[in-house]
């Protein structure tokens, strides 16, 4: 499977952003560190730096090493200094044994190569997370039924499905349920309708407005009224570039995925912002856990305490209205309602 790497040549090329004129080493940042397997880069980032999403202002790309924005177990960082800036260097293979290359066609495997973050907790919700208008879900074709009238069909079953199939909509159909109707915190603005992902199915005939599919995947029992929208055409992001939002927003954590109570490390979260706040995938921002309310016994009144820093979090997949993140750290349980702001 491709893996979405971190992508620091790419950031590099985009120029030096504003925010990022002082960067600040962590007081214990070691001198060189190996990699080794099950590292992420955020994790190897934050061994260096105060501020992990800062990494690319101190990568050096060292143009002896093919493909130097991509970092594999085995290979050795140090950190050194130009023009009193500090500065990565790597140092390609086991035990730092620096490569030679010679003029030839190379290829390096790229699954080998260490993520942002730990990829196995947002792969499905890269290639099937989606959310839809009020109304949209009403008006796609259903299942109408499945093959000899059964009413759960699964992987490989054929099944009838009722509603405008458009030429333009290929062959390939989402099978999904209607899920939670998310509402801005604030405004109460719809912001979508989560689809809940059930499948996949091809459409191999049509007859005026039914048509019959085969099951390629299913992530439980697909029933009769389950919808089928065409393939978004949803572009994977190949690379996460840790940045700071490109102008100040603030949002709202509103709910998180596994019906938790408190929201801990490693949680997926959906935010209240999206594309049309400027955010794009690889955006980091800090978690506030709400201050509580207190009694002042003096004053006789009730007083709220302070919003706390207590988490930091990265957005991986952004819609227009609202966007799934990934909980890099917490100090604290945190819960939805809680804050995002700058970090």
Same mark, same amino acid.
Not at 16 to 39: E, R, W
Not at 63 to 87: E, F, K, T
Not at 88 to 105: H, I, Q, W
Not at 241 to 257: E, F, K
């Given at each position: 499977?491709?893996k979405?790497?971190?992508g620091?040549?790419?950031?590099?090329?985009?120029?030096?952003?504003?925010?990022?004129?002082?960067?600040?080493?962590?007081?214990?940042?070691?001198d060189?560190?190996?990699v080794?397997?099950?590292?992420t880069?955020?994790?190897?980032?934050?061994?260096?730096l105060?501020?992990?999403?800062?990494?690319?202002?101190i990568?050096?790309?060292?143009?002896?090493?093919?493909?130097?924005?991509l970092i594999?177990?085995?290979?050795?960082?140090?950190?050194?200094?130009?023009?009193?800036?500090p500065?990565?260097?790597?140092?390609?293979?086991?035990?730092?044994?620096t490569?030679?290359?010679?003029?030839t066609?190379?290829?390096?495997?790229?699954?080998?190569?260490?993520?942002?973050?730990?990829?196995?907790?947002? %792969?499905a919700?890269?290639?099937?997370?989606?959310? +839809? *208008?009020?109304?949209?879900?009403a008006a796609?074709?259903?299942?109408?039924?499945?093959?000899?009238?059964?009413i759960?069909?699964?992987?490989?079953?054929?099944v009838?499905?009722?509603?405008?199939?458009a030429? %333009?909509?290929g062959?390939?159909?989402g099978?999904?349920?209607?899920?939670?109707?998310?509402?801005?915190?604030?405004?109460?603005?719809? !912001?979508?309708?989560?689809?809940i992902?059930?499948? *996949?199915a091809?459409?191999?005939?049509?007859?005026?407005d039914i048509?019959?599919l085969?099951?390629?995947?299913?992530t439980?029992?697909?029933?009769?009224?389950?919808?089928l929208?065409?393939?978004?055409?949803?572009p994977?992001?190949?690379?996460?570039h840790?940045?700071?939002?490109?102008?100040?927003?603030?949002?709202?954590?509103?709910?998180?995925q596994?019906g938790v109570?408190?929201?801990?490390?490693?949680?997926?979260?959906m +935010?209240n912002l999206?594309?049309?706040?400027?955010?794009?995938?690889?955006n980091?921002?800090?978690?506030?856990k709400?201050g *509580?309310t207190?009694r002042?016994?003096?004053?006789?009144?009730?007083?709220?305490?302070p919003?706390?820093?207590?988490g930091?979090?990265?957005?991986?997949?952004v819609e227009e209205?609202?966007s799934?993140?990934?909980?890099?750290?917490?100090s604290?349980? !945190?819960?939805?309602?809680?804050r995002?702001?700058?970090?």
């Amino acid at each position: 499977m491709k893996k979405w790497l971190f992508g620091l040549a790419a950031a590099l090329a985009m120029g030096v952003s504003a925010i990022a004129a002082d960067v600040a080493l962590n007081p214990d940042h070691p001198d060189k560190y190996m990699v080794v397997k099950g590292d992420t880069l955020w994790d190897i980032s934050g061994r260096f730096l105060q501020k992990p999403w800062l990494w690319p202002e101190i990568w050096h790309v060292n143009p002896q090493i093919a493909n130097p924005h991509l970092i594999y177990p085995g290979d050795l960082l140090s950190l050194v200094y130009v023009d009193g800036r500090p500065r990565l260097n790597v140092t390609r293979g086991a035990m730092g044994n620096t490569v030679k290359l010679s003029p030839t066609m190379r290829s390096e495997p790229n699954d080998n190569a260490i993520p942002a973050i730990p990829l196995d907790k947002i %792969n499905a919700f890269l290639t099937q997370s989606r959310f +839809v *208008e009020p109304g949209e879900l009403a008006a796609a074709p259903y299942i109408l039924a499945g093959d000899e009238r059964n009413i759960i069909s699964g992987v490989g079953d054929e099944v009838y499905a009722r509603g405008n199939f458009a030429a %333009n909509q290929g062959s390939i159909f989402g099978l999904y349920r209607e899920g939670t109707m998310y509402r801005d915190p604030v405004t109460g603005e719809a !912001l979508g309708i989560q689809a809940i992902d059930i499948g *996949e199915a091809k459409k191999i005939s049509q007859d005026y407005d039914i048509a019959t599919l085969v099951l390629n995947r299913t992530t439980q029992e697909v029933r009769n009224g389950d919808r089928l929208l065409p393939n978004a055409n949803k572009p994977l992001v190949a690379t996460f570039h840790p940045s700071a939002p490109p102008r100040p927003v603030s949002g709202v954590l509103m709910d998180v995925q596994g019906g938790v109570t408190q929201i801990g490390s490693m949680d997926i979260v959906m +935010v209240n912002l999206g594309a049309r706040e400027g955010l794009s995938a690889g955006n980091v921002m800090s978690i506030y856990k709400l201050g *509580e309310t207190v009694r002042d016994d003096v004053a006789d009144t009730l007083v709220k305490l302070p919003n706390v820093r207590a988490g930091l979090l990265m957005f991986f997949s952004v819609e227009e209205k609202m966007s799934y993140a990934l909980v890099l750290k917490t100090s604290r349980p !945190l819960r939805v309602g809680d804050r995002v702001e700058m970090p």
